[in-house]
């Protein structure tokens, strides 16, 4: 199935993490760690957000498969919560878009990895036995 709107796309991809949540969250509860409910899913797309709090059918949604509406069960269920999270946030853009030099320090800082400058005066060995 082809996606017809950012809000399906978003959408179905929210349906997917909360399987990855509620599988992963089972496995926590096996080894006796219980996670508070409702588990928080960050989606960044408010279409796909109202889409799965609503549980009246809407028209925006009638392209969309039954087995993507899992992500509204959880939500009716009490299991997951969705929370905006805005785009300039999403640290993950680090690893999937190209970004501005000023976008990449800034999340690259976030992650908590540093740039490794070389001094001149160091030599590279390129023998790693030595």
């Known amino acids: 199935m082809g996606a017809l709107s950012t809000c399906e796309v978003e959408y179905i991809a929210g349906s997917s993490a909360a399987c990855q949540v509620v599988w992963l969250n089972s496995v926590m509860k096996e080894m006796g760690i219980e996670l508070e409910k409702p588990i928080a899913l960050l989606v960044d797309n408010k279409s796909a957000i109202d889409l799965a709090n609503n549980p009246v059918s809407q028209g925006r949604s009638k392209h969309i498969e039954t087995q993507f509406h899992y992500i509204r069960d959880q939500v009716n269920n009490g299991k997951l919560k969705l929370i905006h999270c805005p785009t300039q946030l999403q640290i993950v853009d680090i690893l999937t878009k190209p970004l501005k030099k000023e976008?990449?320090?800034?999340?690259?800082?976030?992650?908590?990895?540093?740039?490794?400058e070389l001094r001149e005066d160091v030599e590279i060995n390129s023998n790693p036995s030595l």
């Open 103 to 116: 976008r990449f320090k800034m999340l690259r800082e976030q992650i908590g990895v540093i740039a490794l």
